[in-house]
């Protein structure tokens, strides 16, 4: 019985310490010390979190993990876990691109439409250059797939086909920045279609294995057994849930990658040495993007979009970055090429913020090379502004809807008790700092503009963003005029009806037996579902002839009413 009881504990202490044993790279010196602070609400043994790489002159300065790879087994998150970076593939997709055309297999001024020749003739003008700087037009997969209501399982010949298909572009190619999945798939099977290759067996021959990153990959089968694979989760109300990539290979080249923080640690030496690709490609992936114009990709203040990466300034330094979101997964890397700093953090929680965290540990290393924190000192401000009460009176004169037409966008505000909120899960709440003035808890100020005393605009910042919104003319609809929209509604390039039914007063979408989601009423032919905002269209007798959605990173999707 002792023996018995001996096992168990011994057992039991080797859990213990499996569970709390942290995988540390670099000296913990005082910066490190303050590093950890910033992760401390993660570095627990009940938590998902994040690992985290400080580069410094090509070499890991300080590198840990914080939080644990998986919940299940309690292992913990280390510099050697591996994670899906998301969209931080897409540089790797980039130097695939540009080696092909170094080698001469294509130019990145070649119009897609040479390799994808039953895509529609706008494809003409949608260049490899265009589709690999989020300048493309081209609308995105997973918002086109949102619309079926079907389960895609990631199958390529799926996915090019919904996006071959797609009839028109969400604007005049190179007019704009609009981030965009699709052209990042095409480009995967153009490395394919030129080289016999698939991207993950290109990429591995002709990046990771010469640059000696073992650990990376890009995904191919997502039921393969990947050592010292994190987990990703979402947080619950008391707990988290396992958030799974579902996809194999069709989401190669948008994403899919899975790497490490020391592997990480050789690619960013890459841009640098120029090993893998030369300096001439590493300058084309790092330099702005032109509109047609000539203005560049802006992706926000100071940022602009190039070859699969973000290059701007941060409080006065130049700066390379981009993020990454999948499943759980959040990811975001900074490189500060004149400093030869950066940083990478890859989390395994959807709440994770990895873009802030990084942000932070940059400046605790830099910060004394960097210009004043404006933004920071805005949303300080904002979030310490005093609140100002406000009757249910004044604040009702807010309520209804406020829509932004070029952006796709409407925000629906109500009164909840005594607080204006917008709707959402969990609903905004705004606070009152008088004259039209509020402030969320996640760093937005809105301020309501006014035209004879009647609210018309709603001003929405951030420390990064501004975007208007205009009233718009709110409608109720009871069952019987609900009724005049019922109907089928056809969509031959997503390949799906709709079906619109009245159920117990309310406006349901359906496609065949799924139902996606209730349509509320929001102006005059206008509702929204989710995230999708549908303009109902009529013709000269006023009868409905179909709708248009506008869903973020599709824009103007028809369907046409056939019943």
Known sequence: MRRHLLVFLFATLALLNTASAQYVVGARDDKAARTDSVFRHLDRTDSPGCALGVYQEGNIKYARGYGMASLE?????????????????????????????????????????KYFPDMPAYADRVTWRRALSQT???????????????????????????????AEPNYEPGERYLYTNSGWILAAQA??????????????????????????????????????????????????????????????????????????????????????????????????????????ATTGPGQAYAIGLIVGTVRGLRVVQ????????????????????????????????????????????????????????????????????????????YTGVWRNIERGEVRRMRLSGDTLV????????????????FRTAQGMEVRFEEEASVPVRAISRTASSTVIYARADTVALDAA??????????????????????????????AGYRRLGELEPSYRDGFTRGGNVIDVVRDARGRITGYTVESGRVRHLRFTRVR
């Open 73 to 113: 087994h309690g292992v913990p998150l280390s510099p050697r876990s591996v994670l899906d970076v998301g969209s931080i593939s897409k540089q790797f997709t980039a130097m695939a691109m540009l080696i092909l055309e170094k080698d001469g297999k294509l130019s990145l001024d070649d119009p897609i439409r």
């Open 136 to 166: 493309s037009g081209l609308r995105d997969l997973w918002s086109l797939w949102g619309q079926t209501g079907r389960t895609f399982a990631g199958d390529t010949v799926d996915a090019l086909n919904i996006i071959t298909r797609s």
């Open 191 to 296: 490395v394919y279609r030129l080289t016999g290759k698939t991207l993950a067996q290109f990429a591995e021959e002709r990046i990771f294995a010469p640059l000696g990153m073992r650990d990376t990959r890009f995904l191919v089968d997502r039921a393969a057994v990947i050592p010292n694979l994190a987990e990703s989760y979402a947080p619950r109300e008391k707990d988290f849930r396992v958030t799974r990539n579902n996809y194999d290979g069709a989401i190669q080249g948008a994403g899919g990658v899975h790497s490490t923080i020391e592997d990480f640690g050789r690619w960013l030496n890459n841009y640098d040495a120029a090993t893998v690709g030369g300096r001439d490609i590493l300058t084309a992936m790092t330099t702005p993007t032109d509109l047609n114009d000539g203005s560049p």
């Open 322 to 397: 981009h993020g990454g979101a999948w499943g759980g997964f959040r990811a975001q890397m900074l490189r500060f090429p004149d400093q030869r700093f950066a940083v990478a953090t890859f989390c395994n929680l959807t709440s994770s913020g990895p873009d802030s965290l990084a942000q932070k540990v940059a400046a605790i290393y830099i910060g004394d090379q960097m210009q004043p924190d404006t933004a920071a000192a805005w949303t300080q401000a904002l979030q310490s502004a005093a609140r100002v009460e406000a009757s249910a009176a004044t604040l009702r004169r």
């Open 422 to 437: 917008s709707e959402g899960t969990p609903p905004t709440q705004y606070i009152p700092l008088g004259d039209g003035r």
């Open 481 to 510: 005029k609900l009724a005049e929209y019922a109907g089928d509604y056809r969509s031959d390039e997503v390949e799906v009806t709709h079906t619109w039914k009245v159920e117990k007063g309310k406006l349901f979408a359906y």
